[in-house]
């Protein structure tokens, strides 16, 4: 049973790029969540899908945006890079039906040069 | 969502066990306690979770006295590889609206041989 995917594992890009991320959940979960963690600090949240929407969103500018699709995987869509996106950006999912914890993926490690 | 303050770093020694206290004066009463631990370059992976009173699972206990402002983790018999970030994020259960995370800083714990 795979817990949470997420590719690329690591990214370079150049300051006004744009970069998509993926995730698909772990098997059974209905709800993706993604958070930004930059080096030497807890995770941040940024938006939250479930039944392909956007139902929380955390203090994160428009350029930020996602989408879920039908089979529940998640992509994060980031605009216009700004150097302060560097950071590692992490998946997590849920059964929003039950009581257990969000599960994380090991990120993508996105590089703005 | 309820503040949480963790110590920002602690050394234990192989073999001892780790106790690690979490303030949060503020949880609500339909908050859960949730303990993560992050690797370098990994995603946070769940430890443990509780409401009340004692929860023990195969890794770790958590402690949580009758007012529930703070809580405790302790992990038995630490190894070298139980090295990392340690998490405590108190809200709403997985299944609520708004359930997103809220990470603060972390408590280093560092066991050294």
Known sequence: ?113 | LAKTTQPISMDSYEGQEVNITCSHNNIATNDYITWYQQFPSQGPRFIIQGYKTKVTNEVASLFIPADRKSSTLSLPRVSLSDTAVYYCLVGPPPQAAGNKLTFGGGTRVLVKP
């Open chain 1, 1 to 113: 049973d795979a817990g949470v995917t997420q590719s690329p594992t690591h990214l370079i890009k150049t300051r006004g790029q744009q970069v998509t991320l993926r995730c698909s959940p772990k098997s059974g979960h209905d709800t993706v969540s993604w958070y930004q963690q930059a080096l030497g600090q807890g995770p941040q949240f940024i938006f939250q899908y479930y039944e392909e929407e956007e139902r929380q969103r955390g203090n994160f500018p428009d350029r930020f945006s996602g989408h879920q699709f039908p089979n529940y995987s998640s992509e994060l869509n980031v605009n216009a890079l700004l150097l302060g996106d560097s950071a590692l950006y992490l998946c997590a999912s849920h059964d929003r039906g039950r009581n257990q914890p969000q599960h994380f993926g090991d990120g993508t490690r996105l590089s703005i040069l």
